[in-house]
């Protein structure tokens, strides 16, 4: 059984911060990528931003400058520093993880946590 949690989501004013974090917890032997995703009402989920284990990382075009992925490998915990936040990032944000279990390799999902960005 692996979960991720999720946590660091709220309102904001535009132009203000928030961090949001996702701790992997279960029967873990590595993680690999591990990313956010969101998802805005009407709108298909996209990427927002991923890290390798090895710390290299992307982007999308719409956050690049203004967020920032990072991770904690000890503590099986990804990052995203989110920055100069406008209205059009308000979505709800999911981490998503590819663990490895017994030598399978699988994607997993966290549970969501709304952003709102007021302006």
């Known amino acids: 059984q692996v979960q991720l949690v999720e946590s660091g989501g709220g309102l904001v004013q535009a132009g203000g911060s928030l961090r949001l974090s996702c701790a992997a917890s279960?029967?873990?032997?590595?993680?690999?990528?591990m990313g956010w995703y969101r998802q805005a009402p009407g709108k298909q989920r996209e990427l927002v931003a991923a890290i390798t284990s090895g710390g290299s990382t992307n982007y999308a075009d719409s956050v690049n400058g203004r967020f920032t992925i990072s991770r904690d490998n000890a503590r099986d915990t990804v990052y995203l520093q989110m920055n100069s936040l406008k209205p059009e990032d308000t979505a709800v944000y999911y981490c998503n993880a590819d663990i490895d279990r017994f030598g399978v390799l699988t994607g997993y999902w966290g549970q969501g946590t709304q952003v709102t960005v007021s302006s």
């Open positions: 279960g029967s873990i032997f590595s993680i690999n990528t």
